[in-house]
């Protein structure tokens, strides 16, 4: 026996979702479902729309949601165009509702709307493919209707609907895709969109085989709830197919374009250190054996001198700990032989290390030549004495605290919490 499954219909008042709307409550089968309804606060009238919605769900005995957000403020606060802002904020509240599957009423016309559009922007096949019927929890029942064929069933069932006056507004890239774009390349095919939606379902069968290529690659890379770590000897040119998929493990879906994905390919061929700004704060940082991708940290200060002691020292990178105790991850030291203006504190311009075995360097260049990644050389606990580095917390000793006699210390810094 099926289990029956409970559906939320994404419905706006425009004449597709109503009629969605329409066929699910006079279908043959008894649908668990509800309707949800979202006011973009781009419009005023989108209040009245929100309204009519719950009217005609409460004609027909339909649960209906009303959610309010606000996509021109979102827009201002991430730099992000109003049908951007709209769509993310849209899915945000799409994605938390307590159903097994989302309905949208994208029909036809919209998806070679759709496919057009990624191709304007320099979409690859990923792109091209379209919309589908199915993606995830999210379905799309009319995807095989077109509009002309939808609007009939509304006439002919008396289905009633608004009209959002956003959707003449060719200011909006889609809007000008489907009034001047569409109509201007129909005069030289009729069959324009039925063309481009062939042309979508020919790509799909190859993105498939590729997409198969590619999930072997994105099973090398490692996740965390930090970000994703890339080995560099996955890419071997532009590696958009590879990126896509990484970004959409890390829950990005939209705007990483095709710049973006070739700025990350340049870096990887390039030395450490390199970076790359992307959407929605994130960066991708060369280092040196992968490529890192992970939200932009804000700097703390970290500009403090503690005096060097036994024992425990909580410093702002965490407890510093000088124990005779073998802990894990620590380095043998000679306390022996620190200094007493000996300090605990982090890099500053000058600083000198000798590493063990012999022979000095500025600091910088030995992090270097140890790839340790910029970003995190600031965060690195140290034993100083002036400019002379005698310890790196997790990296290496100077030669200056090998351990000739006895046992030794154990250096290492722990969370605070610990």
Do not use: W
Not at 309 to 326: F, I, M, R, Y
Request: hydrophobic share 40%; aromatic share 8%.
């Amino acid at each position: 026996m099926t289990t029956k499954k409970r559906l939320a219909l994404a419905v706006s008042g425009g004449v597709d979702s109503m009629v969605m709307l329409h066929m699910y409550a006079h279908g043959s089968e008894s649908n668990d479902f509800f309707v949800v309804t979202v006011d973009h606060g781009i419009r005023k009238e989108a209040g009245d729309d929100c309204r009519f919605v719950a009217d005609y769900c409460k004609k027909l005995g339909v649960e209906c949601r009303i959610f309010q957000v606000d996509a021109p403020a979102y827009a201002k606060e991430n730099k992000l165009s109003l049908e951007t802002a709209a769509r993310i904020l849209r899915y945000g509240v799409l994605d938390g509702l307590d159903c097994d599957f989302v309905c949208l009423a994208h029909n036809a016309d919209d998806n070679a709307e759709t496919v057009l559009m990624h191709i304007v922007r320099g979409s690859g096949a990923k792109g091209a493919v379209g919309m589908k019927a199915v993606n995830g929890r999210y379905m799309r029942p009319l995807l095989d209707r077109t509009r002309e064929s939808i609007e009939q069933y509304a006439k002919a069932n008396g289905v009633p609907h608004v009209e959002d006056q956003t959707n003449s507004d060719t200011k909006y890239t889609r809007n000008f895709i489907r009034h001047k774009v569409i109509p201007l390349l129909a005069e030289i095919n009729p069959a324009v969109k039925e063309n481009i939606l062939r042309f979508a379902r020919n790509i799909a069968k190859d993105d498939m085989r590729l997409d198969m290529l590619a999930q072997r690659d994105v099973d090398k890379v490692a996740f965390d709830q930090e970000g994703a770590y890339i080995p560099v000897q996955l890419f071997c040119g532009d590696d958009y197919r590879l990126l896509d998929k990484v970004f959409r493990r890390l829950g990005v879906h939209c705007d990483i374009e095709e710049g973006h994905y070739q700025a990350i390919c340049d870096i990887a061929q390039k030395g450490g250190g390199k970076q790359v700004h992307l959407p929605f704060g994130y960066v991708a940082y060369n280092d040196y054996d992968k490529i890192t991708i992970c939200k932009q940290a804000q700097r703390a200060d970290l500009d403090f001198c503690i005096p060097f002691c036994l024992g425990k020292t909580v410093t702002p990178l965490g407890v510093a700990e000088v124990t005779q105790s073998k802990v894990p991850d620590a380095l043998r030291i000679d306390v022996s032989k620190v200094p007493a203006d000996a300090v605990f504190r982090t890099r500053r311009t000058g600083d000198v290390f000798t590493k063990f075995g012999g022979g000095t360097k500025p600091l910088k260049n030995y992090l270097i030549n140890k790839k340790i990644p910029e970003r995190k050389r600031d965060e690195l606990l140290l034993i100083a004495s002036g400019n002379e580095v005698l310890a790196i917390a997790g990296v290496e000793i100077s030669e200056k605290l090998r351990v000739t006699e006895g046992d030794g210390y154990f250096f290492r810094v722990s969370p605070a919490d610990k």
